[in-house]
Each structure stands twice: as C-alpha cells, then as structure tokens.
C-alpha cells in the first residue's frame, strides 16, 4: 500500500523513520522501568502491610531472566539461520532436533551416574561429556534428515522440502512420544538452578542464568570464528552465496550442506541441554513452541545473518520475560508475534538485513 | 524405465479422453454416496470433514498456489468463519433477541439467523481480515510473509483464547474461550427443516453443494483475468507489474478471496462440531491445510481436492479407524494410536520424496516437467544407445 499518499506519513518517516523502530522496542521496558519508580510495586509483605519499592531492581531481574532465557532461543535461532541461509528453507523439523538433544541430555547423565550426591568436578565433567554428547547426537540426526528428506528434493518445487519437514517433525515428535511419554516429565535439578550466584545492585542472578549465557557465548564465537576464518566456513559461505559457482570453485556443495546441518543440530543440542536444566523439565512438545519462538527470532533478526539470530533470540527472551511478569503469561505469544509485525513493517529485512541469495 | 513412461503416457491420453464422462460419473456418485452407507457411519462422517476440509485447501490453494504468498496463518479464517457461528447462531449474545429463519424457538435470548446469513457475514469478516492480514505483508519477500501471516494467525488464537476477559460492553465477552461457546444452532432450511446430528446425510449434501460452488468459482477464477495475474504475480513480480497489473489489489484480492472461502468452509465446520472452542485454532491447523495443497500439486485446483480428500481421510478415518484394529486382526496387543503422529509424517515424507511436484501437478508445471523428462530420454538414448537399439524414437 502507497503509505506515502496519506498525509504527515512521509514527514513522520522522514524525522522519527529511523528511530521509530527502536523506540517501539524500548518502550516496554522504559514503561514499566518508569511506572517501577514512580508509583513504586510491591514484593511481599512486613507487619501486615506490603513493601513497596521506588527502584528497578525489579525490571533488572526481569532483564537478567529475558537475556538467559533468550540465550537459548538464541542458540536455537542459529540453527535456523544457518539452514535457511544455505538451503532457504524453514526447516521445520529443527525444534524436534532440539527436543531430542533434550532427551539425549537427560538420559545420558542418567546413564553415566550425575546426581544431587555428585560432587563439583565430577558434576562439572559429566556435564561437558554430556553436552558433547548431545551435540553430536543432535547434530548427526539433523545430517541424517538432511540427507533422508531435503536433498532429494534440492531440485523440486521450493515447497515440497517444507512438507518433507513438517513430516519429520511429526516422526520425531512420535519418537520423544515414546521415549518419555506425553507428558512433561521432572529432571533432577543438578545445579540447584534456583540458587544466587551474585548480586548486582539488588538483581539477583541464578546458577542457571550464568549456565544459559555461559554455554552461548562460546558457541557463538566459536561459530562465528569457525564461519569466517575456516576453509570449511569459507566453503559454507560460498555455497549461501551462489552454490552454482561454488561448485565450479572445486567447493564440494553436498558436504557444505551437510556440514551446515551439523552445526545446526549441534547448537540446537547445547541448547536442549542447558533449557533442560534451565527449566528441570522436559516433554515431548517442548521443541514446538521453541521452534516457533526461535524461527521468529531469526526472522526479527534478519534470517541467513547469524548475529541478528542472537540479537532476535535475546529480545524476544526479553519481551516474553516482561509481557510474563507484567502483563500476564497468556498474552505472551500475542505480545511476541505483535512484535514481530511491528519489526517486519518497519524493516522487512528484519533488524540486522539479511545475507542470502536474494537479498545479495 | 523410458517404456514404462510411454506406457503411463499412453494410459494418461486414454483417461483424459474420457475426462468428462469420469468427471460426471464422479459428481453423480458424490451424490448417492451417502445413499450406501448408514446415517452416522464413521465413513460419512470422515467424509463430511474431508469436504469441509478440500473448502479450507481451495481457499489456501488462491493464496498460496495461484498468487504464490506463503501464508502459514491459514486457521485464522477457519477461527472468524467458526466465531461467526458462535457469535449469530447461538445464545453467546445474552442480551440480544434476534431470530431470523433459524432452528431456535422464537424468543430466545442470543443471535440467531440462518445458515446463509451466517455464512454472508462470515465473507463479509473474513474478507476483511485477509486484508487487514495482508496489508503488512505487501512490502515483504516470500518467506517472510509466510511468518508475518504466522504471527497473525498466533495472534488471533491467543485472543480467542483470553477472549473471556475481553469485555465489549454490559457484561459481554468476547470468547468463551477454551470453554467453548456451545448450544449452537443446527443449519436450518425453509421447506427442509432443521438439520439433526443423528442423521448424517443433509449435513453430506449440504457441504457438497458449497465444495460444488467452491469447485466453480475457483475453475473461474483460474482462467479469468485475475487468475492470469495472479499467476503473472507469482512467476515474476517485477514483470507483471510492468506490464500493469496492479499489485496492491491484485495480491489483496488473492487475499481477500482465499480467506473467504476459508470463512465459508469455518461456518461449516463450527456448526458441524457443536461447539465453537478457541483450542481449535492452532497453528498445526494451518500446516495441515498447506500440506494438503503442496501434496495435492501447488497451484492445481484438482490436486488440492485430492490432496485435502487423501490427507483428511488417513488423518480421520484410516489411521483412527482402521490401522487401529490391524494388530488386533493379526493377534497383536499393540496399541497403534501411540503411532498416529508418526504415520502421517511418515506418509507426508513419502508422499513427497516419491511425487515432489504433488499427485496432481498444474499443468503449467507439469510441461516444464515434462519437458525436463523428454530432454532426459534423449540423453538416456544417446547413452544407451547400445543397450536399447531401436530406442531412437
């Protein structure tokens, strides 16, 4: 629509255009930051009457939740970023992967013996082989779809690949059905993700947000350094670009593919681990729900273009994280996906632009 | 292999020969059908929402098969076209009276007017909504429209859900939510009566006539201007356009359009069910339709009749109602219901690995493919020439 044509629109673009966007997504937090101070909210109650307070103490931990939470969506957004970027398809299956690093997580620190007796270096051990293990077990299962499902129909129409997704997701939804039942089930809480780590001006930061934030910000480094500074990332990225001329460059395109697959699957099995632990349960749904959160993440990012899945994934941790405490969990998804329209009119290339073929 | 191809040709002009007389065969049949099985068979009651179901992928098929705009948001019109039924065909609006030609004794409190009126306004909403829905979406490249249209339809299902605490004056809410708007009123004909739920059968004619309507006004449209440009949109947006077609109307129409059809189709169903329920309307919904449509053949309006009929019939009536007494029938204590999810995804893989241009492709489609499979022949010849001699043809 020519938006152009409605008078003070084009003057309004002109001035505020390229602030607008971060104004809009300022404003939950500098609303309820604000509303904090002046008419104050309470947190609990002394001698009968309740304890207001005039700080943001309680914004910070909202914050402080958002950016752990959001560090899993992040994780998980990659994964998306990654595939769409090389193959341009939503790969659909890509929260059940996760679900199942979950699942690999949790039983195999069953099987080796981690328990609330385990001591700190034991604990510590067994969790790294665990997350290894579960990247590797995410990782290759996402290849094997790849191979299975996607590639031999790299030359049909571009939907029919969706649906060979939506199919797997369904198969791998059936698996974790049986594996753990139909029902979330609870997970020894290891780390006592509950307990104070530090301080800081009155918010106080949980063992399992230093978990969330402390498993992604290697990995992201690590990919990002494995993507731009590798021959294997070189190959990666020259097929995103033009894979018809990275194969006349002697670049292997299918290993490329796959390769981008692994790293996919293997983000998404770190991030099953740490949301296992993050949130002590586990169920077979719970790939679903991240799935769509993180594709949303990815797209509010810019899709193909991995630091804006990061930057998606923390903000959208953020803004559920807010709409949860302030205006009530079931009008979260409404407020995300609210956010998202917002984001897509006034930058349809999402935050950071994206870097795929067509956009190039 | 290239024998066999021949062999499928040849048997692909016989058919089509007598394509007419198979297509009339087929509408009488569609007819009696009911005719053979019992009132309340679980065949006819499959049957029933497979229809319902083939209305949902012709209104998807505009949007997504002719105007080429992924829309991932689908069940929203199947929410407005369900909402309509619970807000003018039931006692949701306690303080009015209104009755127009329906199944409720007269006096009652609440909204109630007739099927027709319900499924007029049903458009009306519908229609509007898709432009609404689509209006954000015109400045956007495909895949980010199919998430733009996803967000949408999250964004209404969340509000059918809290609807109970959306107020719109004196007490009123908007939804009932996940309890359910129910009570509702049965589709009711002059000269015909009142529909029943024992007797399945008028429900069977009644959803036919729409598909019939649907099935004529799509046919149309296809081969219309609009159709053209449509299709003229999808293969080259920069082209069409510079050959005039108007982009802002014609992507809004395809919009508008599908979304109707999908209104019509969730009037259908919320009567049909009983019960307006906002737990209905989830995003796997709208997947499911899609995956009607690209299993049939994008674009095609015969394969999304196909594929909605294929997908609804294993999903309502062969994996609940018949792969469940197999293990019985072979002596087994297996419970395949525990599977059902993985069967569908397993068939939806094969479906595609084995047919990826659909079981019915369009036929624009299916002469790039075609041309792709006389240019494979020739090579195959020139190959094997030693191995197939003659095969020069």
Known sequence: ?360 | MSELRAQLHEWQQKISRYNRSIAGAAMVFAIIMPLLVGQAADFLNATIVALAYVVMALGLNVVVGFAGLLDLGYVAFYAFGAYCVGWFGSGFFFKAHVNILSSAPSGAIGIHINFVMVAICAVVITSIAGVLIGLPTLRLRSDYIAIVTLAFGEIIGTVAVNGTSIGIGGGQTLTAGNLGISALDLPHFPLIGSFSLLNLRPWYWLVLLIVFFVLFVNLRLRDSRLGRAWVALREDEVAAVSMGIPLVKTKLLAYAIGAAFGGISGVFLGFYDTTVNASQFQFSFSIFVLAMIIVGGLGSIWGALMGALLLSYINYYLIPDVFNTLPQMFGLNFDLTQLSFGIFGFLLVIVMILRPQGLFPERRRRMELTGEIAAEDAQLVEVGGQSAPGGSA
Request: aromatic share 10%; charged share 10%; hydrophobic share 50%.
């Open chain 1, 1 to 360: 629509m020519n938006l152009s044509a409605i008078p003070g629109i084009p003057f309004l673009r002109r001035y505020l255009g390229p602030w607008v966007l971060w104004l809009a997504l300022a404003g939950l937090p500098v609303y309820y930051g604000l509303r904090d101070l002046i008419s104050g909210y309470a947190s609990g109650y002394a001698h009968g009457h309740p304890v207001i307070h005039h700080d943001l103490s309680q914004l910070g931990f909202n914050l402080v939740q958002g950016l752990s939470n959001g560090a899993i969506w992040a994780l998980i957004a990659m994964g998306y970023t990654l595939v769409y970027g090389i193959i341009e398809l939503i790969n659909f299956a890509h929260g059940d992967v996760f679900t199942m690093g979950s699942f690999t997580a949790v039983s195999f620190w069953g099987a080796i013996g981690l328990g609330l007796a385990t001591g700190p270096l034991g604990l510590i051990l067994g969790l790294l082989l665990t997350l290894i293990v579960a990247m590797l077990v995410a990782g290759s299962l996402n290849v094997l779809i790849e191979r299975v499902a996607y590639r031999p129909l790299r030359n049909a129409p571009k939907l029919a690949p969706l649906i060979t997704a939506i199919g797997f997701s369904f198969i791998l939804q059936n698996v974790g059905l049986l594996w753990n039942g139909g029902n979330p089930i609870g997970v020894t809480d290891l780390l006592h993700q509950g307990q104070g780590v530090f301080n800081i001006s009155g918010v106080k930061v949980h063992r399992a947000d230093v978990l969330a934030i402390g498993v992604m910000v290697p990995l992201v480094i690590g990919l990002n350094w494995f993507i731009s500074s590798t021959r294997a990332g070189r190959a990666m990225r020259a097929t995103a670009q033009d894979p018809e001329a990275a194969r006349l460059m002697g670049i292997n395109v299918d290993n490329s593919i796959s390769l981008t697959f692994m790293l996919g699957g293997m983000l998404a099995g770190a991030a099953g681990l740490v949301y296992a632990m993050y949130e002590t349960t586990v169920w077979y749904f719970q790939g679903f729900e991240a799935g769509l959160i993180a594709f949303t993440a990815a797209v509010m990012g810019g899709i193909g273009n991995i630091r804006g899945a990061v930057l998606g994934g923390l903000l959208i941790g953020c803004i559920q994280e807010l709409s949860d405490s302030r205006l009530g969990p079931q009008w979260t998804e409404a407020v995300v996906f609210g956010y998202l329209v917002l984001v897509m009119v006034l930058r349809p290339r999402g935050l950071l632009g994206e870097e795929t073929r067509e956009a190039g």
